[in-house]
């Protein structure tokens, strides 16, 4: 069964401060991990997927498969960044059902 | 010109009453998704259509029941509403044949509120 965590739900940080954004995954056949991001009144959207290994508004994230996480990480959070963040489970060659976290919620404060 | 569109985008029902949710796509894709998104902003999948073909039904009451008359249309119906079935239904399209990215794209989402 695919699953993923996000362990935590809120993360409030000053501008200029670096935000890691954790998710772990379980999954027994080839992953592809997304995140998604949902700005105040605005559709979710992809932000970044780890097969193009692109860094996209700053945000990289790379996916370790030991550890089984593809953590979100940038070095210098801006406000508007501030967004609810989903990491996304699919299968590797196209999957029909993508799985999401629970989300976790960024604050970035002036 | 917007790719994934839904409507209604707010319904307030009273209990026990049926409702529709009609999404459309103009991206051409072949698959469609209806998430639901509850009040602690869990986003959980309910069903997914690939060419107007039902290929994934999650544990979803059978008081739901999509219908797609053709790949760029995914409705969701519901009968008999109840409290819990208050939340925000996302609609989503995603390509999943030929050049896949894997990403989905989602509509802005319609918040149905059971009284």
């Known amino acids: 069964a695919q699953r993923v965590t996000q362990p935590e739900k809120l993360l409030s940080v000053f501008k200029g401060a670096p935000v890691e954004l954790k998710c772990n995954y379980s999954?027994?056949?080839?992953?592809?991990l997304f995140w998604y991001v949902q700005y105040s009144r605005q559709r979710l959207q992809l932000l970044l997927r780890h097969i193009s290994r692109e860094s996209i508004k700053g945000f990289t994230a790379d996916l370790n498969k030991g550890e089984t996480s593809f953590h979100l990480k940038k070095p210098f959070a801006q406000e508007e960044d501030s967004a609810m963040y989903y990491c996304?489970?699919?299968?590797?060659?196209?999957?029909?059902?993508?799985?999401f976290g629970k989300g976790m919620k960024l604050t970035v404060n002036p | 010109d917007t790719a994934v569109s839904q409507t209604p985008k707010y319904l307030v029902t009273q209990m026990g009453n049926d409702k529709s949710i009609k999404c459309e796509q103009n991206l051409g894709h072949d698959t469609m998704y209806w998430y639901k998104q509850d009040s602690k902003k869990f986003l959980k999948i309910m069903f997914s259509?690939?060419?107007?073909?039902?290929?994934i039904n999650e544990t979803v009451p059978n008081r739901f029941s999509p219908k797609s008359p053709d790949k760029a249309h995914l409705n969701l119906h519901i009968n008999s509403l109840e409290l819990g079935d208050s939340a925000v239904y996302f609609c989503?399209?995603?390509?999943?044949?030929?050049?896949?990215?894997?990403?989905?794209?989602f509509g802005e989402g319609s918040r149905l509120t059971v009284l």
């Open positions: 999954y027994s056949g080839s992953p592809e």
């Open positions: 989503a399209s995603s390509q999943t044949s030929g050049t896949n990215t894997g990403e989905l794209f």
């Open positions: 259509y690939n060419n107007k073909e039902l290929i």
């Open positions: 996304a489970l699919g299968s590797q060659g196209g999957s029909e059902k993508l799985v």
